[in-house]
């Protein structure tokens, strides 16, 4: 199943479509119109791509498979992005643009749950369903959006495994959790804000102690001044938010510095390729992932999660790890497609409809929306990185190498 995807704007020159261009329906001729502001530049950037990419893998597949059936007529799917930026304010411009100039009624989220903060209250305000893959902040399902709906798990989960496994290490060797000794970086941003509360929670239920806790430098390049005091402070476990770029920065700056820490757990890993840039000091390195191609899903568009996977390798043979964040965008584009069958309708409020009542399994895993909108269904995943640069999943203590095999 390979179609060029069609997109009509895409790349780093996507703002560069004339703003007096022809401004598109929300359903032109034979082509439902979804529309996207996306990172392409900026920090997110890296993420951006793997969003986009995933989002046109799944427009490619579901057209060539034969596109949406409505009112017994098919349609094919596309893509209009505009690059955000990186900038909430820009993101939500160009969210009301898409809307209000374009004549989009159907949206794809952006990157991060910055962003999707910034856009949400947008799509609410002009009652635009929109299905996001990349917010994963708690709090944007507490503020009663109707439109809002994530096909992915919420942050609050991303890194809490692995302050189980620091317990359950402790508890293997017949001593307390409460001494193990946690130092913690995070980025401002919504998301790790959210992260870092998980992590925080999981700390005081077992009575660890934070020995570092310190936030990221905004524009995510340099975090030596937590590394300086983890190399003194000897902690038993380090964890890092700090999307892509963070994670990069994390592990460039912890091979630079040879910091060797027992346990370290950082999100982003796949998509920063830690382990192929970084392969010493990533070595060990305990990531959370939202999506994994061994996982025992599947469905009737994409096959298996390991066929999914396959797929759009052959069609991005750049990645020979794919990450997460590709999946899970092209599974908010499946959501679409089922919801517009069921609905049997271009109509903004009995698409939200039919999105509220999703209940499918895909090769992303399972979805199902609570009445806030967030993904109620499929859990979150750890891995580690291996010596040989392979993501091996770790369920249990049994299942980890540790300490990490690392040696400065």
């Known amino acids: ?41 900026g920090k997110y950037a890296t993420n951006g791509l793997h969003t986009q990419r995933g989002y046109d893998y799944a427009v490619k597949v579901i057209n060539e498979a ?161 590394l300086t005091k983890v190399k003194a402070l000897r902690p038993d476990i380090l964890v890092i938010s700090g999307h892509s770029k ?34 010493n000091a990533s070595t060990g390195f305990l990531c959370p992932t939202q999506w994994v191609e061994t996982l025992s899903k599947s469905d009737a568009m994409f096959g298996s999660a390991a066929e999914w996977n396959d797929g759009f390798k052959a069609d991005n043979p750049s990645y020979t790890s794919v990450p997460y964040q590709s999946a899970q965008a092209s599974a908010a584009v499946y959501v679409f497609k089922e919801a517009f069958e069921a609905a049997n309708s271009f109509d903004k409020d009995a698409l939200r409809d039919a999105i509220a009542a999703v209940e499918m399994e895909t090769f992303y895993g399972d979805i199902k929306f609570s009445e806030a909108g967030n993904n109620i269904a499929k859990p979150m995943f750890m891995r580690q990185i291996g010596a040989d640069g392979s993501y091996s999943l770790v369920e249990t203590f049994a299942d980890m190498s540790y300490p990490r095999n690392v040696t400065y």
């Open 246 to 279: 963070g994670a990069a920065t994390a592990a460039r700056q912890i091979d630079e510095m040879k910091v060797n820490v027992p346990m370290i757990a950082l999100t982003h890993c796949e998509a920063a390729k830690v382990q192929e840039k970084f392969p």
């Open 66 to 226: 034969g596109g949406v059936k409505v009112g017994g007529k098919s349609y094919k799917l596309a893509v209009k992005y505009y690059d955000d930026e990186s900038t909430p304010a820009r993101g939500a411009q160009l969210a009301e643009r898409l809307i209000q100039q374009d004549g989009v009624e159907y949206m794809l989220g952006p990157y991060s749950s910055g962003m999707t903060k910034a856009i949400a209250p947008v799509s609410e305000k002009f009652g635009v369903p929109m299905v996001e893959a990349e917010g994963a902040s708690r709090s944007l399902f507490t503020q009663g959006y109707k439109y809002l709906f994530a096909v992915l798990s919420t942050s609050e989960q991303y890194l809490s495994t692995a302050i189980d496994l620091a317990a359950a290490e402790r508890k293997k060797n017949f001593k307390s959790p409460s001494e193990v000794r946690v130092a913690m970086a995070f980025e401002g941003d919504p998301f790790s804000m959210d992260v870092r509360a998980g992590v925080v929670d999981k700390i005081n239920e077992y009575g660890m102690k934070i020995v570092i806790d310190d936030q990221l430098p905004a524009d995510l390049s340099d975090m030596s001044t937590t």
């Open 1 to 41: 199943m390979k179609l060029k995807a069609l997109a009509l704007a895409t790349g780093a020159a996507a703002l560069a479509v004339s703003v007096a261009g022809t401004a598109l329906a929300k359903v032109e001729g034979d082509t439902i119109i979804l529309g996207s502001s996306i990172s392409l530049t």
